[in-house]
């Protein structure tokens, strides 16, 4: 039977924990702080199944953990790998994948698995819908929703405002990739015409990791207005512009964890158990 180990994160892994003791396997959980003094290196010893939240990090330096946890230092974590684990992640740092390239260690990408990513995009999207709600003074029916980046979130967070009656512009840089967007339906910009739109946007939603809504185009949009930013860190919003002129903003980070962590556990689970499968007929 293997063993699990769980690392810090969010709700999704207290989740995740509680999904791998139900199907029998045998895990450690490292989310709270313990009585007795943590140590990485004996609980890597003793697990052959690593499991490390999404993301993998957000200060470059230690394992992501809402609780900040002691003990989860990046470098001593890749100096406790050995080649008997088994690394998941989402979003694992170049430095992680060396070392697990090194050594021949399987390491397993949560973010680069295109049904993960898509189904984790369905979580991110709901989210925003609920902040951008209890954000905003108006309602997102017949409401006009600005949408910045057409991705895997963007399209499926556009989708899901389509369907609650909202009329939904997307932005991006390149027009060849708005083209989908276009035949689905929805009103399309570039991302240097978003000053003749922007001002008439009640709901302005950004999913692109850099500065998109700047100091000058936050003079232009309209006082009750509400902006939603999802997009990974730094994001792509000027915050302080938009607080000087009191408009809603917000940052939001880590939807899943936050509105849905036992659907986003249960997607990692099932990709966790699918890898672990399919090791497994290999080597029959």
């Keep these: 039977?293997?063993?699990?180990?769980?690392?810090?994160?969010?709700?999704?892994?207290?989740?995740?924990?509680?999904?791998?003791?139900?199907?029998?396997?045998?895990?450690?959980?490292?989310?709270?702080?313990?009585?007795?003094?943590?140590?990485?290196?004996?609980?890597?010893?003793?697990?052959?199944?690593?499991?490390?939240?999404?993301?993998?990090?957000?200060?470059?330096?230690?394992?992501?953990?809402?609780?900040?946890?002691?003990?989860?230092?990046?470098?001593?974590?890749?100096?406790?790998?050995?080649?008997?684990?088994?690394?998941?992640?989402?979003?694992?740092?170049?430095?992680?994948?060396?070392?697990?390239?090194?050594?021949?260690?399987?390491?397993?990408d949560f973010m680069k698995m295109e049904d993960v990513a898509w189904k984790n995009a369905v979580a991110t999207a709901e989210g925003a819908?609920?902040?951008?709600?209890?954000?905003?003074?108006?309602?997102?029916?017949?409401?006009?929703?600005?949408?910045?980046?057409?991705?895997?979130?963007?399209?499926?967070?556009?989708?899901?405002?389509?369907?609650?009656?909202?009329?939904v512009t997307v932005a991006g840089r390149n027009a060849s990739r708005l083209v989908p967007a276009h035949c689905l339906g929805y009103d399309t910009c570039l991302l240097k015409e978003l000053g003749d739109v922007i001002g008439e946007s009640d709901f302005i939603f950004n999913t692109i990791p850099s500065l998109v809504l700047n100091a000058a185009l936050a003079n232009q949009v309209q006082e009750n207005a509400a902006v939603i930013d999802i997009a990974s860190a730094p994001g792509g919003v000027d915050f302080q512009a938009l607080e000087c002129r009191n408009i809603r903003a917000r940052l939001c980070p880590g939807l899943p964890g936050r509105y849905s962590p036992l659907s986003s556990a249960l997607i990692l689970y099932e990709a966790v158990m699918e890898h672990i499968r399919d090791s497994q007929t290999q080597q029959e």
């Design 1 to 108: 039977m293997h063993q699990f180990l769980i690392l810090g994160g969010d709700s999704r892994q207290v989740c995740l924990n509680r999904l791998l003791s139900q199907s029998g396997a045998s895990t450690c959980f490292y989310y709270d702080r313990p009585s007795s003094p943590f140590s990485l290196r004996e609980a890597m010893e003793d697990s052959h199944i690593i499991l490390c939240p999404v993301p993998f990090t957000k200060d470059g330096k230690t394992i992501f953990s809402e609780n900040s946890l002691p003990g989860l230092e990046i470098q001593t974590f890749t100096a406790c790998l050995k080649n008997t684990h088994i690394l998941f992640g989402g979003n694992i740092p170049s430095a992680v994948r060396e070392r697990c390239d090194l050594l021949s260690i399987p390491c397993h």
């Design 129 to 167: 819908v609920a902040e951008a709600i209890s954000l905003s003074p108006v309602n997102l029916y017949r409401s006009r929703c600005l949408v910045t980046g057409y991705g895997r979130c963007a399209a499926i967070l556009a989708d899901r405002l389509k369907g609650m009656g909202a009329r």
